[in-house]
């Protein structure tokens, strides 16, 4: 593993901070892509690869993230678990072209409920992606703000 861990000291110390500059859910945060385009070239540069593939751990979807050393074949991983998403139905009310008043029951992803189902696991996987990605390479991506105002019965 010598190699691999070799690699990922020289890319930490040629990674800037990546800025967070995406605006969303009353707080800024660095985008996947935005992330992307600053990384693919150091991993590069220093032999790295990553992937991210969708997963299973005990039983739950989950987002595995695997840091590949190119060169040794060397490699380390994380496999973090996806949260289970519920489904309410709810009544929309649409106005047809003759101003007829249409109701319509459907299934809504709790907490997304203006994405399809779809759209709303993409958002999911790809807010995991971000993070897990950023955990396992030691980005630093501004200042943490993500949690303002949440508190915690926590003694730290």
């Known amino acids: 593993m010598k190699n691999l861990y070799q690699a990922l000291a020289d890319f930490q110390q040629d990674v800037p901070v990546i800025l967070k500059e995406t605006s969303g859910y ?9 992330i992307d385009e600053i990384i693919k070239p150091l991993l590069k540069k220093h032999g790295l690869a990553i992937a991210q593939p969708l997963s299973n751990l005990n039983g739950l979807a989950s987002i595995k993230t695997i840091l590949i050393h190119v060169e040794s074949g060397e490699s380390m991983e994380e496999n973090h678990p996806l949260p289970h998403t519920r489904m309410s139905r709810v009544t929309q009310k649409k106005t047809d072209k003759a101003g007829n008043v ?25 807010y995991f992606r971000r993070y897990c990605l950023s955990s396992l390479l030691g980005l630093i991506t501004d200042k943490d703000t993500d949690g303002t105002g949440a508190k915690s019965d926590l003694p730290f």
């Open 26 to 34: 009353n707080y800024k945060y660095a985008d996947l892509p935005a």
């Open 102 to 126: 249409i109701e319509a029951e459907k299934y809504v992803v709790e907490g997304f409920e203006q994405m399809s189902e779809p759209q709303a696991q993409g958002s999911i996987i790809t």
